[in-house]
């Protein structure tokens, strides 16, 4: 198993844990020099807000690890390709290099719908998409099937 997808796992057990909840399952980890200093996953519906998304949550524990904001040589590993908020987040975090597993043809901002780290910031982070995406896409697709 390469690097990424080690940390891809972790982020999947994260996720397993949202939908044992009942949220949608994604889940992130944020690494610095070969170190988890940061971990979110779903919880939108467990706490009423529309900023539970896994990327936010792992962002502000890795600012807390790490006693600072800019999160400059980190690496984030998420499961599901970031939205519109969550890449805005990473952008504003100084993240350099994001991992996704599953594309999200109705909201990704790394290529699906548009690439935000395309656009005329100040910041523009690597990005590695296909990360375990079978794995990552499928705990979605089960997700979903089960509450159709």
Not at 61 to 86: I, N, Q
């Amino acid at each position: 198993m390469t690097e990424r997808e080690t940390y891809m796992a972790q982020a999947l057990e994260l996720a397993r844990a949202a939908m044992a909840e009942g949220e949608v399952p994604v889940g992130c980890v944020i690494v610095k020099d070969g170190v988890v200093v940061g971990r979110g996953r779903n919880r939108r519906e467990t706490r009423h807000t529309a900023l539970g998304h896994a990327e936010i949550e792992a962002i502000a524990m890795a600012c807390e690890t790490l006693g600072g904001w800019r999160l400059k040589d980190c690496t984030l590993y998420v499961t599901l390709e970031p939205c519109p908020m969550c890449a805005g987040a990473i952008v504003n975090a100084r993240i350099p290099v994001v991992c996704y597993g599953a594309k999200d043809d109705k909201a990704g901002c790394c290529g699906s719908v548009l690439n935000l780290f395309e656009e005329r910031f100040n910041h523009k982070p690597r990005i590695y998409g296909g990360v375990l995406e079978r794995e990552c896409a499928k705990i979605l697709q089960d997700f979903f099937e089960g509450l159709r």
